[in-house]
């Protein structure tokens, strides 16, 4: 499509475009890519100081900017199509789905498929070959199911929840509407609970639920696991990377992010809005405030105030950490200094 078309399509978004400048500036746009790999028929962005260099030598005839004059007007001078925005990654995604829609299945339940009679289904639902659907479960309309998903007894899902291939969705589960489970993600499986004896392990019974709010994204191959009593709970809009695993009984608050090999023990309570990075550690029963950030590997063993930023293991501040990690660069040499001040006072 042409640029003008999609400057009016992502709409009130743009703050500016050189359209207003330069309407005979206006090329052909068959799709987008990264700024660096950018082709002269692809739209892409610049998002912040590290990546305004590659204005300079991007082949793209259409760009998605920061307010910023300077790239603007440089914009300009090399021919380049633009459009101004606060915020261009987020512009960016818009504009990605004018381009891509994901797999959307007709609806329609395939012959291979085992649902239960009293299964309940709402319309336009699609269910894919081999799905299980057991006794009780509650299918929402306009729901996906793909190929070898199984849902145990008094399962529910919502409007317009997708699972995709082979997740696994344990017995009263209830999942919200627009939802998204990924391949291979486990919900609602037994947390880990035994009690020590002196015999040995004696497991308690896992008689709890697993909780999916509205919008909840969970990715490839994570775990949610039900506690033996009560819920484990996730908050609405929160996404969930893949290879994460949440204990039975934790609390995640709304729109968190939760990167991927992330583990929490059971118990955690993590407030709303928080980010917790790439492999952090999160040990049972702590509490993680509202907006908090767990920057990356970083093993918590106590709570986290609201907004506060951590690192390490343990986790500390991270304007701490960093003080720290600085002089751990510098031990070498003052462990020699120590050891020298040593022999002159001998």
């Avoid at 261009?88 to 818009?94: D, G, K, Q, S, W």
């Avoid at 085992?114 to 309940?120: F, L, M, S, Y």
């Avoid at 949610?224 to 949440?246: F, H, M, Y």
Wanted: aromatic share 6%.
């Amino acid at each position: 499509m042409k640029f003008s078309e999609i400057v009016e399509q992502l709409g009130s978004s743009v703050r500016d475009s050189s359209l207003s400048a330069s309407p005979e500036v206006n090329p052909e746009v068959s799709g987008v890519a990264a700024i660096e790999e950018a082709t002269a028929e692809l739209l892409a962005h610049i998002q912040g100081d590290k990546f305004a260099s590659y204005l300079d030598t991007t082949a793209a005839k259409a760009l998605i900017l920061p307010i910023d004059a300077a790239l603007q007007a440089k914009a300009t001078e090399r021919g380049i199509a633009w459009m101004a925005t606060e915020e261009p990654r987020l512009l960016f995604a818009r504009a990605i789905a004018l381009f891509y829609q994901p797999d959307s299945p007709e609806a329609e339940i395939d012959s291979t498929a085992v649902i239960h009679p009293t299964a309940e289904i709402g319309k336009d639902v699609y269910i894919g070959p081999y799905v299980v659907v057991r006794a009780g479960t509650k299918i929402g309309d306009r729901v996906s199911i793909h190929a070898h998903t199984v849902l145990y007894p008094n399962v529910e899902i919502g409007d317009r929840t997708v699972l995709h291939a082979n997740c696994t969705i344990h017995e009263r589960t209830r999942i919200g509407a627009d939802c998204v489970i990924h391949s291979g993600a486990i919900v609602g499986g037994e947390g880990f609970g035994f009690v020590p004896t002196a015999t040995g392990w004696f497991k308690m019974p896992q008689s709890g639920y697993v909780v999916l709010e509205d919008s909840v994204e969970v990715g490839g191959n994570s775990t949610i696991d039900r506690p033996s009593v009560g819920e484990t709970r996730i908050g609405r809009n929160t996404k969930i990377d893949n290879l994460v695993q949440i204990g039975h009984g934790c609390q995640i608050g709304q729109s968190c992010a939760i990167a991927g090999q992330v583990g929490l023990a059971g118990g955690v309570k993590v407030g709303n809005g928080v980010i917790l990075a790439g492999q952090v550690g999160i040990v049972d029963h702590v509490e993680i405030g509202d907006r908090a950030i767990a920057t990356a590997k970083a093993g918590v063993h106590s709570n986290v105030a609201a907004g506060a930023v951590v690192t390490g293991v343990p986790a500390i501040p991270h304007a701490v950490f960093v003080k720290a990690a600085a002089i751990y660069k510098r031990l070498p040499e003052m462990y020699k200094t120590l050891r020298q001040l040593q022999k002159l006072l001998h």
